[in-house]
C-alpha cells in the first residue's frame, strides 16, 4: 500500500522559516504530480503548491514568492520550503499524491509571537 510520512512542523515566528519534508513509500513518485495543501482554522482546504512529473510548478497567489516546492525522486520524497512566514500562514499542511490520490496524514504549522 502506499504511504505518505510527513515531518517539519511546528511553532516559528512571523518571518521565519520551515522546511516540511513528504516520504512516500509503496511506489514511486516520479510519475505522479505531488502537491501541498493546507487548511487553516474555519477555512477550506486550498492548494498552496503544485510540481509536476517535470518539475514545473505553481503556486498560490498567497504564497508565491515565499514558499518552494520541490522533488527528489531518487529518494521519493517532495518538500516545501517556506520562508518570510506569516501568522495566516498558519494551518495543517497536507501532502497530495496526485496520480494515487492520496493524502498524507498532515502536520501543524503555527506562526506566532
Known amino acids: 500500500q502506499v504511504q505518505l510520512v510527513e515531518s517539519g512542523g511546528g511553532l516559528v515566528q512571523p518571518g521565519g522559516s520551515l522546511r516540511l519534508s513528504c516520504a512516500a513509500s509503496?511506489?514511486?513518485?516520479?510519475?505522479?504530480?505531488m502537491d501541498w495543501y493546507r487548511q487553516g482554522p474555519g477555512k477550506q482546504r486550498e492548494l498552496v503548491a503544485t510540481i509536476t512529473r517535470l518539475g514545473n510548478t505553481n503556486y498560490a497567489d498567497s504564497v508565491k514568492g515565499r514558499f518552494t516546492i520541490s522533488r527528489d525522486n531518487a529518494k521519493n520524497m517532495v518538500f516545501l520550503q517556506m520562508n518570510s512566514l506569516k501568522p495566516e500562514d498558519t494551518a495543517t499542511y497536507y501532502c497530495?499524491?496526485?496520480?494515487?490520490?492520496?493524502w498524507g496524514q498532515g502536520t501543524q504549522v503555527t506562526v506566532s509571537s
Open positions: 509503496g511506489s514511486t513518485i516520479s510519475l505522479s504530480a
Open positions: 497530495y499524491w496526485n496520480t494515487r490520490k492520496y
